[in-house]
């Protein structure tokens, strides 16, 4: 079957990507929790709750059995990480995307599977377990599920159309989780050597970086991030090792080559995600996103022009939310967000209180 990754976590990595300028030196009134009204994610068998089990087998008993008293989807007996995570939202356990009965995408969408990679690889699920579906294919799925469910949404007739459908807006505000990392550790143990694997860490990393920008191309904000376990205290990858050398083992009886892949692919992960405050700002803030604007010849958003023969549209640029300006004169949707943000939280008010609290004398 597909590779089986539950293990304990030693940090968790926090990533709420928000464009905040800075404010040292001022204070601040604490702003309102997050409400945020939906949760996709994205991973392995971490965090997939079903989507393995629809698309290619159902889990046996007694898995589940701890909580939901029956198979339920999930590689653990009972509830996962995200699920706690939902849990404490206030969410809805989370629906896999794979899985068309019973569904219900109000809140969010799981788009984990078990075996899942961060880099695509070339082998069978029946072969070595890895799921076809890796991040970037869930990536994908996730543009596919948004663009889909917002056509329906505004096609909807009445509430109960509605119902089980998320709202278009609330896509910006959903919290996006990853759990994913580990299988590619796994797999690079068993086709290469160590210096060949801690070689190709870099290009995991970017890919999985990669899979993160295009979310936030997408309108995602707040990101939360897991790294990878102690890969090397799997119980089950000790009993693959017959011939015990000196040094394999740490004083835990964990592998010490495994475990520390996995603290150098934690490190270049926390590293890379570290420069998305600085990577995920406006690119150029005197860029317009809608228009034609070259060689002193402007096709103003939405308008055309015969340019040397060739009608050219004012047409919207690929990436709308690094922009600041949308057609040279208005705000585009990520500044004006990011701008609202602040008004919101205080750090823009004189004085600096979140608008929450504008009712209250001070």
């Not at 420069?275 to 604007?293: A, V």
């Not at 705000?331 to 701008?339: G, H, K, L, M, P």
């Amino acid at each position: 079957m597909y590779n089986i990754a539950i293990v304990a976590f030693v940090t968790i990595v926090l990533l709420l990507v928000s464009l905040a300028s800075s404010t040292q030196g001022r204070r601040i009134s604490p702003a309102p929790p997050c409400d945020f009204p939906a949760i996709y994610n994205f991973g392995d068998s971490n965090s997939d709750t079903g989507a393995i089990s629809a698309a290619f087998w159902p889990t046996p008993s007694p898995y589940g059995t701890s909580y939901f008293g029956k198979p339920a989807g999930r590689i653990s007996d009972g509830r996962l990480i995200v699920d706690f995570i939902a849990e404490h939202l206030g969410l809805p356990y989370l629906s896999p995307y794979l899985d068309s009965i019973g569904t219900n995408f109000r809140h969010g969408a799981n788009f984990a599977t078990a075996g899942s990679t961060i880099i695509r690889q070339n082998e069978s699920i029946f072969e070595n377990g890895l799921s076809p579906f890796s991040l970037d294919i869930q990536t994908v799925q996730h543009y596919q599920f948004k663009t889909r469910t917002s056509e329906l949404y505004h096609q909807a007739r009445n509430p109960m159309e509605k119902n089980k459908l998320p709202r278009p807006q609330e896509f910006s505000r959903a919290l996006y989780t990853f759990d994913i990392g580990q299988n590619d550790l796994a797999t690079g143990f068993r086709k290469f050597s160590m210096p060949q694997l801690r070689a190709a860490i870099p290009d995991i990393v970017n890919q999985f970086a990669a899979a993160i920008t295009r979310l936030y191309e997408q309108g995602a904000r707040a990101f939360w991030i897991h790294n990878t376990g102690p890969i090397g205290c799997l119980p089950a990858t000790a009993m693959y090792f017959k011939n015990r050398k000196p040094g394999l083992f740490n004083k835990y009886g964990c592998i010490r080559s495994q475990n520390a892949m996995a603290v150098e692919f934690n490190k270049q992960l926390k590293a890379r995600i570290n420069t998305f405050c600085l990577d995920l700002r406006f690119n150029d803030p005197f860029k317009i996103c809608c228009g034609h604007h070259k060689n002193n010849v402007h096709v103003w958003c939405g308008q055309r022009l015969m340019i040397n023969g060739t009608n050219v549209f004012g047409a919207a640029c690929g990436s709308p939310a690094t922009c600041v300006s949308w057609d040279g004169v208005h705000y585009s949707q990520a500044a004006n967000q990011w701008i609202a943000n602040h008004i919101l939280n205080g750090s823009f008010s004189d004085p600096p209180i979140p608008i929450s609290s504008a009712c209250l004398k001070r």
